[in-house]
């Protein structure tokens, strides 16, 4: 089975200070991992994945194999920032891939 | 490029009714899923269609069931509605079923149960 845990329902920082989103997994093959993004008002988009190593907007997210992690980082926030991050893996499971999210993490970037 | 489509934007049903929800996926996407997403609980993962055919389900009742025609478009419907699948109903799709690019998603059918 496979599990994606995302343990701060809330992040309350403010603007310039670093922003770490947690997401911890469980899933005994090799994960394809994601973060997407829910800004006000506007539809689930996809903000990074694991295979790509990019960085959009500030974010990074390293895969820690032996913490089963994937957490979202950026080093000074910013308030356009604000939004629900929610962190998604992709593995299969008896030959069909079975995508998880996780419950999300609501950031709230104060001025 | 259109994005995936999602109809009708909001729905109001009285329970026990049948609401038959609608998407079309991006031009060249074969693969669509359908997640519910309640209040606090995230996105929950209902069924997978790729080439017509279901390929896979989350842990709901069979009430909730959708096709996928050949145009790759798809519909969700639940039967026999219930109070508490009153919810956002994510319709998101992928190239062929692999989820290597991450999802593309619509922007939702807001189902309303009273």
């Known amino acids: 089975a496979q599990r994606v845990t995302q343990p701060e329902k809330l992040l309350s920082v403010f603007k310039g200070a670093p922003v770490e989103l947690k997401c911890n997994y469980s899933?005994?093959?090799?994960?394809?991992l994601f973060w997407y993004v829910q800004y006000s008002r506007q539809r689930l988009q996809l903000l990074l994945r694991h295979i790509s190593r990019e960085s959009i907007k500030g974010f990074t997210a390293d895969l820690n194999k032996g913490e089963t992690s994937f957490h979202l980082k950026k080093p000074f926030a910013q308030e356009e920032d604000s939004a629900m991050y929610y962190c998604a893996l992709s593995g299969a499971s008896g030959g069909s891939y079975i995508p998880t999210f996780g419950r999300g993490t609501s950031l709230i970037v104060h001025p | 490029e259109a994005g995936v489509t999602q109809s009708p934007t909001h729905l109001i049903k009285t329970r026990g009714q049948q609401a038959t929800l609608r998407c079309s996926p991006i031009?060249?996407?074969?693969?669509v899923y359908w997640y519910q997403q309640a209040l606090g609980l995230g996105l929950q993962f209902l069924l997978w269609y790729d080439e017509g055919e279901e390929r896979n389900r989350g842990n709901f009742p069979p009430r909730f069931s959708g096709r996928q025609f050949p145009n790759y478009s798809s519909e969700l419907n639940v039967n026999a509605l219930e109070l508490e699948d009153s919810a956002l109903y994510l319709c998101?799709?992928?190239?062929?079923?692999?989820?290597?690019?991450?999802?593309?998603f619509g922007s939702g059918t807001r189902l309303t149960v009273v």
């Open positions: 031009s060249g996407h074969t693969s």
């Open positions: 998101a799709s992928s190239l062929e079923g692999r989820t290597h690019y991450g999802y593309t």
């Open positions: 899933y005994s093959g090799s994960p394809e």
